[in-house]
C-alpha cells in the first residue's frame, strides 16, 4: 500500500491508497457503484454498497470509506478539526464535473468544514507521461496528453486546500505495483480507503 505522508501524522486516522497487493479490507466498509459522475454521498452508519456516485463523506468512527480505481485517481480528504474523512474517485469526466468541488462543499453543508482546514492526499493513477486522450476529453492538454493529478490539484487549491500531497506515481508505468485499465483493459482494481478510528 502507499501513504501519504500529511495523513498518516494523524493518529486519529487510518487510510491507504491500494496496489495490486494490498490485502482486503475488513470490518464496515461502505462503498459505491462509481459511475464517473459528481455525485456524492455522506455515510452516516451503514457500510456496503451505498449506491451510484464517486465520493463518500463519513464523520463516523470505526466506518472505512473505499474507492476502486485502476487509473482514475484516488483522492483522500482530511478535516482535521472536525475529524470529517471523505473518499473521492475522479477520472478525467468527474474532474471536469467538478467532484472534488461538489465533495468540499457538502463536507461544509453537513458537518462545517472549512477547506482551509482540509488536508488532501492524491493517490497513484495514470500520470501525464502515459493519459493520452482524444478531443472529448475538456481538460488542460499538452500534445493530447492530459495532467489528472494538476487538473485536480488546482480544483483543491482553487476551493482553498493549502495542503495537498500528490503521490506522483503513474498506474500504467508500474505493472508490478499498480493495475491500469488502459494498459490492460481485463484487469483487476486497487482499493483506496479512508476512516476515523
Given amino acids: 500500500m502507499v501513504t501519504a505522508t500529511p495523513l498518516a501524522a494523524f493518529d486519529w486516522l487510518r487510510h491507504e491508497f491500494g496496489t495490486r497487493h494490498t490485502e ?9 457503484r462509481q459511475t464517473h459522475s459528481a455525485t456524492v454521498w455522506t455515510v452516516r452508519q451503514s457500510g456496503g454498497c451505498l449506491g451510484d456516485g464517486d465520493a463518500l463523506i463519513t464523520g463516523e468512527p470505526g466506518l472505512l ?5 485502476a487509473d482514475c485517481v484516488p483522492i483522500l480528504l482530511a478535516d482535521p478539526v472536525r475529524r470529517v ?4 474517485h475522479a477520472g478525467w469526466r468527474g474532474t471536469v464535473a467538478g467532484i472534488l468541488t461538489q465533495t468540499l462543499g457538502q463536507m461544509r453543508a453537513e458537518y462545517e468544514t472549512k477547506p482551509t482546514d482540509v488536508v488532501a492526499a492524491i493517490g497513484p493513477s495514470i500520470g501525464p507521461c502515459c493519459f493520452e486522450v482524444g478531443p472529448e476529453v475538456p481538460l488542460p492538454v499538452l500534445e493530447r496528453k492530459a ?13 482553498g486546500v493549502g495542503q495537498i500531497w500528490v503521490a506522483g506515481r503513474c498506474t500504467m508505468c508500474e505493472p508490478e505495483q499498480f493495475y491500469s485499465f488502459r494498459r490492460a483493459k481485463d484487469t483487476g482494481r486497487m482499493v483506496s480507503a479512508i476512516g476515523i478510528r
Fill in 24 to 32: 482486503p479490507l475488513t470490518g464496515r466498509v461502505a462503498t459505491l
Fill in 65 to 69: 470509506l473505499a474507492i476502486r480505481t
Fill in 85 to 88: 474523512v471523505a473518499a473521492v
Fill in 147 to 159: 495532467d489528472l493529478w494538476e487538473a485536480n490539484r488546482e480544483q483543491l487549491a482553487r476551493a
